[in-house]
């Protein structure tokens, strides 16, 4: 067990930001994790301080970059003209927040199957590919599975699959699963092409539209300038900003206002409000 103090960092509003589907309450406080076939656990100890069931070397060679911990997201308030209303509440709404940095593969077929899937619909997909497929492993006496890889679910058939609760999706992740195998996805290659060109790429494999190739661009690739558009940004496009949002001006932070934007749209506190902009 490790002590950090860590400014602006809110591991509650992590976990139900909608960037990742592995990130679980504890019965007894603070929150569970699996990522990069790793298992933590995150509590908030008040005041800044928060413990992480890892050592050291891990947390600085995984989890500081899974958590975005070297990025100081001070600068987007100054972004934000007096005006905007809607983004001034978004951010302080959101405060603590972090933009994740993701497994590629676990990132493209979460992404994958959250087509018309809400969050918890999205999570039990997740969840049950993982039990099926995943392997399991233990870390303080806390069994868990890992995320499939692809290798696992290449030649798995698609009715298989499907009893995961992936529905039509099923056909997407196989395809996406063989395409890994035999290197035609390469991840390493998709974050150095630059944006144009990485979302090309994504956009020409089956089953991944602009949403999706822009999840897969924001969470798992480090493109910070991805800007997913659900049904739920669309409409705050449309309701508050007249179709109109100025990306422009928040030009290396737009991802993150994305998830600023996408959390309090989806919150009672914002939908109690009438429109903040005319």
């Avoid at 991840?187 to 150095?192: A, G, S, T």
């Avoid at 705050?236 to 179709?243: C, D, N, R, S, V």
Wanted: proline share 4%.
């Amino acid at each position: 067990m490790i002590y950090k103090e860590i400014p602006d960092f809110d591991i509650a509003k992590i976990a139900d930001s909608g960037q990742c589907f592995r990130m679980n309450p504890l019965p007894s406080g603070g929150y569970s994790v699996i990522a990069f076939g790793r298992y933590l656990e995150v509590r908030d100890l008040g005041s800044g301080r928060h413990s992480f069931s890892c050592t050291e070397e891990e947390f600085d060679t995984i989890w500081a970059d899974y958590f975005d911990l070297d990025s100081d997201y001070s600068e987007i308030a100054s972004m934000i003209p007096p005006d905007d209303r809607f983004l001034k509440a978004a951010l302080a709404y959101g405060h603590g927040m972090r933009l994740l940095r993701q497994d590629p593969w676990e990132t493209m077929v979460s992404f994958i199957l959250s087509q018309r899937k809400n969050i918890p619909a999205i999570k039990a997909s997740v969840e049950a590919l993982c039990t099926r497929y995943g392997e399991e492993a233990a870390c303080n006496q806390i069994t868990y599975r890992s995320f499939p890889t692809a290798e696992r679910l290449t030649g798995i058939g698609c009715e298989d699959l499907r009893t995961c609760s992936l529905g039509y999706r099923d056909k997407y992740v196989a395809e996406a699963a063989r395409q890994f195998e035999a290197g035609q996805i390469r991840f390493d290659e998709l974050e150095k092409a630059g944006f144009d060109a990485a979302k090309s790429s994504l956009k020409g494999m089956y089953g991944i539209g602009d949403k999706v190739a822009d999840c897969i661009l924001l969470f798992g690739l480090g493109y910070k300038n991805a800007f997913p558009e659900d049904t739920w940004i669309k409409k705050i496009l449309e309701k508050e900003y007249a179709g109109h949002f100025p990306k422009e001006r928040y030009d290396g932070h737009l991802g993150m206002v994305q998830q600023y934007m996408f959390y309090y749209a989806r919150s009672a506190e914002y939908r109690m409000l009438a429109p903040l902009n005319s």
